[in-house]
């Protein structure tokens, strides 16, 4: 059984700096010496996190054993490993829907988790042995740098709490090998009562994450774990890897997905600001929880289109691939 815990809001230090006063702004990272690459965020990518995916690849950190599916997003995660390695970051850092926090925006502190995560509706699909580094320092950064731009910020140091199966998914999805040390970001559940309320809000976490990135002097790819449209299936195929019987919820959902598809592939990443909203009333859309939007934010809201690798539907739901580089 997963634990219960309890975080107060708000870390030690920014408690401390609440009560002193305006807190001292921290020194830039100091400028790259000629032929190092520059620090920052490197690239992002909408990484979705549905468990068969992992399942259908059968890592031996999986239990559950399967013949296989899905293969056009599994593809489109071949390709995203691709390029990620080009791209030669320091660090991954993850926003997904599963880690949900009532109060605020928590951040993973414990500088190596380890367990089994557990998907509790397919635990028959994912029951997952995790074991990964997290850069303790950059999640820390996070944390003040949330709290100085007004937002509630916590840091988890809990040690043996269970980490979620959307984090996990979207990690190993994206580096099979856990060679890279991670940062990961719970998802303050307020948009799963309030649909888009918290967007803004993601805004501001996105540009507090980027700024610690900046003055840790980290290269980071940030990966925002978001499926897009959201109607499913309330029953799967005796062989859940049936691909006979996988196929979008309706045409409404998919052509909400097209939509917002080509809003990506025409860029610029600002227009996505009314569109996805617009996509999330009609779709259901899991980017109600704010990934995407704080992964685009923490970029700046780049002047480019995004990159499709690839789409697919996960038991009726809709799901991309994409990449970003600012």
């Not at 690849?57 to 390709?79: A, C, D, F, I, K």
């Amino acid at each position: 059984m997963a634990r219960v815990f309890q975080v107060p809001a708000g870390s030690s230090r920014s408690g401390a700096r609440r009560a002193a006063g305006t807190p001292a702004v921290p020194a830039p990272a100091p400028a790259p010496a000629s032929g190092e690459q520059k620090a920052g965020i490197v690239a992002g990518y909408l990484a979705p996190h549905p468990p068969h995916l992992v399942y259908a690849e059968n890592p031996p950190q999986n239990e559950p054993r399967s013949t296989g599916g899905w293969e056009v997003l599994r593809w489109g995660y071949e390709e995203l490993r691709r390029r990620l390695r080009a791209h030669r970051p320091d660090v991954l850092v993850v926003h997904a829907p599963h880690w949900i926090t009532m109060v605020g925006h928590h951040v993973n502190c414990v500088p190596n988790p380890r367990g089994i995560s557990v998907e509790p509706i397919f635990p028959h699909l994912f029951r997952y042995h995790y074991d990964f580094r997290t850069d303790v320092e950059l999640a820390e950064a996070i944390v003040e740098e949330g709290d100085r731009a007004g937002l509630v910020t916590s840091a988890l140091r809990e040690d043996g709490v269970r980490v979620d199966y959307a984090t996990i998914g979207a990690l190993h999805l994206a580096n099979p090998e856990w060679d890279l040390p991670v940062v990961s970001l719970s998802a303050n559940n307020n948009p799963y009562y309030y649909s888009d309320a918290s967007l803004a809000e993601m805004e501001t976490l996105g540009a507090a994450t980027r700024r610690a990135i900046e003055r840790t002097g980290r290269r980071a790819v940030l990966l925002g774990s978001n499926s897009l449209s959201h109607l499913h299936w309330d029953t799967e195929p005796e062989l859940p890897e049936d691909m006979s019987a996988e196929r979008p919820f309706n045409h409404a959902q998919y052509a909400g997905d097209m939509e917002l598809l080509q809003t990506i592939r025409e860029g610029p990443t600002s227009r996505l600001k009314d569109a996805v909203p617009k996509h999330i009333e009609a779709t259901s859309s899991e980017t109600k929880a704010g990934s995407l939007t704080w992964l685009l934010a923490a970029m700046g809201w780049p002047d480019i289109a995004g990159d499709v690798l690839a789409y697919g539907t996960v038991i009726a739901t809709g799901n991309a691939v994409v990449e970003w580089v600012p």
